[in-house]
């Protein structure tokens, strides 16, 4: 057995490895695992149609696009759009509410072209819109929706000349709804109308008291970035009416926290801004829509539960509560009920999207038994013998019931607790010995091979023990020591922020040899020389756990790693750390009956376009190089020939991508 704790199962499917990694919870309906150990993609769901991932990665690099890789599912994107708004059709249906469903896409969440256009393309039957938070993504909206008929919510802070672009757009025939959110922009958007002569459709965005759950729940609430107060919104509201303004007031919006995993946060969240929304139509306020905001989860780790990684309600659920609740405070007060809009950018883009990268290599702690030499310390005596003792417990008394202690002898269990703090101790005495002179360097690495291999003896053993047996803590801890790091060809700080700035959770694992048991525990350690890059907590069932079930690595073979469901957020708070730039990407479609067609290639950023990203002139690089080359061969340290390679290789590096091509 290798460097791993797993004990190998006597037979080991493909469905074993779908079960293992969750594929068949958090990937259904549009990833699954195939006889061949690889992961398979179906983007149309249960529409027909699948791609062996594997086999689709492989062409893709004949086309000359290299790993690491960002492959987005446009027709994942399209199946998300349809998945909303037949909830809500179901919702509206279901309760007879006399109102319609009309969301919009935060660009914050992915404002990569292709994906904003896709999005807004494929909603345009629905008058899908989208929300701005800022005035270059207010930018992109008004390029990308030409539907008079589809909403622009302005959300985000608003200077002068934001708040004027959103009333001019309305005269252009679009349909801008300014979000008060802080309590200064109402005198902006009443100066800009005078001065206009015209005012946008305005939205107001009310600070609900209401405490959520999950990772973001310090961003709701009375301490919240955004929102009015009750105080605020009503002065907002008097201000307004004063201006002649009350009369452009449609839209109520609020927002209780990105990825809610308890559904009952949002049914209270409804019913308190259901609440003000009856009240404004009472103050004089046409209304007529409210913005229930983003947050609306998804199941990343596959257990259906609060955790957060996950949600305790699914899709239906939450278009059912959003109808019902809302109907129940309108209908008593003989208020209509408004048209619903959501911001639901997490639940429409996280699954359209693989990071697929490669695994450069690996390490482990050194665990053969290096040989005996004549005269060695009593100290390397001490781990030779300690070593024997463990292999003298033979791994099929383990696996039966014949773990008590007999008479005076110790259990087996006993036994390998007390080799272990043997060792431990041993290799203690070994450092301690080198520190005052005593032991040679080559000594020293003797003792920690001697070490590693005994601790791997007992993991071997401890892994055949029958399950519910009462292991000490310290041993149970054996997984972690003797894990592999896996070098993984990215960086986490482009592709992955999330994994290192909020601990966020991502299903990742191999795509292909899914087939066979995995042998090793491991994480990964990416590019970048910063000791927090690294992946090194994975998806548990409703928990997470520090060690991911890996396979060995074969000679000339790849290994390729997925990250899954990181179409949100991952691409646009990336950052440039260690001047690692954007991936290549490609957008795939797959048309029914058809082979798939690549629709579009972002060829990721080259050596040169960072090195020009932080004001570096990569030509005048070249030169400096050039001109230390020269001298160097004139001083006969540096030949003609090496010189020419030399330059040759800084002149590829140049154009290629950031990341390991060999």
Same mark, same amino acid.
């Given at each position: 057995?290798?460097?791993?704790?797993?004990?190998?199962?006597?037979?080991?499917?493909?469905?074993?490895?779908?079960?293992?990694? @969750?594929?068949?919870?958090?990937?259904?309906?549009?990833?699954?695992?195939?006889?061949?150990?690889?992961?398979?993609?179906?983007?149309?769901?249960?529409?027909?149609?699948?791609?062996? $991932?594997?086999?689709?990665?492989? #062409?893709?690099?004949?086309?000359?696009?290299? $790993?690491?890789?960002?492959?987005?599912?446009?027709?994942?994107? #399209?199946?998300?759009?349809?998945?909303?708004?037949?909830?809500?059709?179901?919702?509206?249906?279901?309760?007879?509410?006399?109102?319609?469903?009309?969301?919009?896409?935060?660009?914050?969440?992915?404002?990569?072209?292709?994906?904003?256009?896709?999005?807004?393309?494929?909603?345009?039957?629905?008058?899908?819109?989208?929300?701005?938070?800022?005035?270059?993504?207010?930018?992109?909206?008004?390029?990308?929706?030409?539907?008079?008929?589809?909403?622009?919510?302005?959300?985000?802070?608003?200077?002068?000349?934001?708040?004027?672009?959103?009333?001019?757009?309305? =005269?252009? @025939?679009?349909?801008?709804?300014?979000?008060?959110?802080?309590?200064?922009?109402?005198?902006?958007?009443?100066?800009?109308?005078?001065?206009?002569?015209?005012?946008?459709?305005?939205? &107001?965005?009310?600070?609900?008291?209401?405490?959520?759950?999950?990772?973001?729940?310090?961003?709701?609430?009375?301490?919240?970035?955004?929102?009015?107060?009750?105080?605020?919104?009503?002065?907002?509201?008097?201000?307004?009416? =004063?201006?002649?303004?009350?009369?452009?007031?449609?839209?109520?919006?609020?927002?209780?926290?990105?990825?809610?995993?308890?559904?009952?946060?949002?049914?209270?969240?409804?019913?308190?801004?259901?609440? +003000?929304?009856?009240?404004?139509?009472?103050?004089?306020?046409?209304?007529?829509?409210?913005?229930?905001?983003?947050?609306? @989860? +998804?199941?990343?780790?596959?257990?259906?539960?609060?955790?957060?990684?996950?949600?305790?309600?699914?899709?239906?659920?939450?278009?059912?509560?959003?109808?019902?609740?809302?109907?129940?405070?309108?209908?008593?007060?003989?208020?209509?009920?408004?048209?619903?809009?959501?911001?639901?950018?997490?639940?429409?883009?996280?699954?359209?999207?693989?990071?697929?990268?490669?695994?450069?290599?690996?390490?482990?702690?050194?665990?053969?038994?290096?040989?005996?030499?004549?005269?060695?310390?009593?100290? &390397?005596?001490?781990?030779?013998?300690?070593?024997?003792?463990?292999?003298?417990?033979?791994?099929?008394?383990?696996?039966?019931?014949?773990?008590?202690?007999?008479?005076? #002898?110790?259990?087996?269990?006993?036994?390998?607790?007390?080799?272990?703090?043997?060792?431990?101790?041993?290799?203690?005495?070994?450092?301690?010995?080198?520190?005052?002179?005593?032991?040679?360097?080559? #000594?020293?690495?003797?003792?920690?091979?001697?070490?590693?291999?005994?601790? =791997?003896?007992?993991?071997?053993?401890?892994?055949?023990?029958?399950?519910?047996?009462?292991?000490?803590?310290?041993?149970?801890?054996?997984?972690?020591?003797?894990?592999?790091?896996?070098?993984?060809?990215?960086?986490?700080?482009?592709?992955?922020?999330?994994?290192?700035?909020?601990?966020?959770?991502?299903?990742?694992?191999?795509?292909?040899?899914?087939?066979?048991?995995?042998?090793?525990?491991?994480?990964?350690?990416?590019?970048?020389?910063?000791?927090?890059?690294?992946?090194?907590?994975?998806?548990?069932?409703?928990?997470?756990?520090?060690?991911?079930?890996?396979?060995?690595?074969?000679?000339?073979?790849?290994?390729?790693?997925?990250?899954?469901?990181?179409?949100?957020?991952?691409?646009?708070?990336?950052?440039?750390?260690? $001047?690692?730039?954007?991936?290549?990407?490609?957008?795939?479609?797959?048309?029914?009956?058809?082979?798939?067609?690549?629709?579009?290639?972002?060829?990721?950023?080259?050596?040169?376009?960072?090195?020009?990203?932080?004001?570096?002139?990569?030509?005048?690089?070249?030169?400096?190089?050039?001109?230390?080359?020269?001298?160097?061969?004139?001083?006969?340290?540096?030949?003609?020939?090496?010189?020419?390679?030399?330059?040759?290789?800084?002149?590829?590096?140049?154009?290629?991508?950031?990341?390991?091509?060999?």
């Amino acid at each position: 057995m290798s460097v791993s704790t797993i004990a190998a199962p006597a037979s080991w499917t493909a469905a074993d490895g779908a079960a293992l990694y @969750g594929i068949d919870r958090w990937g259904e309906p549009y990833f699954s695992v195939n006889d061949r150990g690889h992961v398979m993609v179906q983007p149309r769901a249960e529409r027909g149609g699948s791609l062996d $991932l594997v086999e689709l990665v492989r #062409e893709l690099q004949g086309r000359d696009l290299s $790993l690491p890789l960002l492959i987005r599912f446009d027709d994942i994107l #399209e199946d998300r759009l349809e998945r909303l708004h037949a909830a809500f059709d179901r919702a509206i249906a279901q309760y007879g509410y006399d109102g319609r469903y009309q969301g919009v896409f935060p660009v914050k969440c992915n404002q990569q072209r292709h994906v904003v256009d896709q999005l807004v393309e494929s909603g345009r039957r629905w008058h899908f819109g989208l929300e701005a938070g800022s005035k270059a993504e207010l930018l992109i909206a008004l390029s990308l929706l030409d539907d008079p008929e589809a909403l622009l919510i302005c959300n985000g802070t608003k200077d002068q000349r934001y708040i004027e672009t959103a009333i001019l757009a309305r =005269q252009l @025939g679009r349909q801008p709804v300014v979000v008060i959110e802080q309590a200064d922009e109402v005198e902006r958007i009443i100066t800009a109308s005078r001065e206009l002569g015209a005012a946008p459709l305005i939205g &107001i965005r009310a600070k609900l008291s209401i405490r959520s759950t999950g990772r973001w729940s310090s961003s709701v609430g009375e301490r919240a970035k955004f929102g009015l107060s009750v105080p605020d919104l009503l002065a907002t509201v008097e201000a307004l009416r =004063q201006a002649n303004l009350l009369g452009e007031l449609r839209l109520l919006h609020f927002h209780v926290g990105s990825q809610i995993n308890d559904i009952a946060v949002l049914k209270d969240a409804l019913q308190e801004a259901g609440q +003000i929304y009856v009240e404004l139509t009472r103050l004089g306020a046409p209304m007529g829509y409210m913005d229930v905001g983003g947050g609306l @989860g +998804i199941d990343y780790d596959g257990s259906r539960t609060a955790s957060a990684a996950s949600t305790n309600y699914s899709l239906q659920n939450y278009a059912n509560d959003v109808v019902a609740t809302v109907q129940e405070c309108c209908l008593p007060h003989g208020v209509a009920v408004p048209t619903l809009v959501s911001e639901s950018g997490r639940a429409l883009a996280s699954h359209f999207s693989v990071l697929v990268f490669d695994v450069l290599g690996s390490d482990a702690l050194p665990q053969a038994v290096p040989p005996a030499l004549g005269n060695e310390a009593l100290i &390397i005596r001490n781990l030779r013998e300690t070593y024997r003792q463990i292999t003298a417990i033979p791994l099929e008394t383990l696996a039966g019931s014949e773990l008590a202690a007999s008479g005076d #002898e110790p259990s087996p269990l006993e036994r390998l607790q007390e080799a272990w703090n043997d060792a431990i101790k041993f290799k203690d005495d070994a450092l301690a010995a080198f520190r005052l002179g005593y032991l040679s360097l080559p #000594e020293r690495g003797l003792a920690e091979q001697l070490t590693w291999a005994s601790c =791997q003896a007992i993991a071997e053993r401890l892994a055949q023990l029958p399950p519910g047996l009462n292991v000490p803590e310290e041993l149970q801890q054996l997984p972690a020591v003797l894990a592999s790091t896996y070098y993984a060809n990215l960086s986490v700080f482009r592709s992955a922020p999330d994994t290192w700035a909020i601990d966020q959770l991502f299903p990742v694992l191999p795509i292909q040899r899914l087939h066979e048991a995995p042998q090793r525990l491991g994480s990964f350690a990416d590019l970048t020389c910063d000791s927090d890059g690294k992946i090194a907590r994975f998806i548990d069932r409703g928990q997470h756990k520090p060690l991911l079930e890996l396979h060995p690595l074969r000679a000339g073979e790849p290994y390729w790693i997925g990250l899954f469901l990181g179409g949100a957020y991952q691409e646009v708070m990336g950052n440039l750390h260690n $001047l690692f730039g954007s991936t290549n990407a490609v957008h795939i479609r797959l048309p029914e009956g058809g082979r798939y067609t690549v629709d579009h290639v972002v060829r990721g950023d080259t050596n040169a376009e960072v090195l020009e990203a932080m004001e570096h002139d990569p030509p005048r690089l070249l030169e400096r190089l050039r001109v230390a080359s020269e001298a160097a061969i004139g001083r006969g340290s540096l030949k003609i020939s090496d010189a020419r390679r030399l330059m040759a290789h800084l002149e590829t590096s140049l154009r290629q991508t950031t990341y390991l091509q060999g």
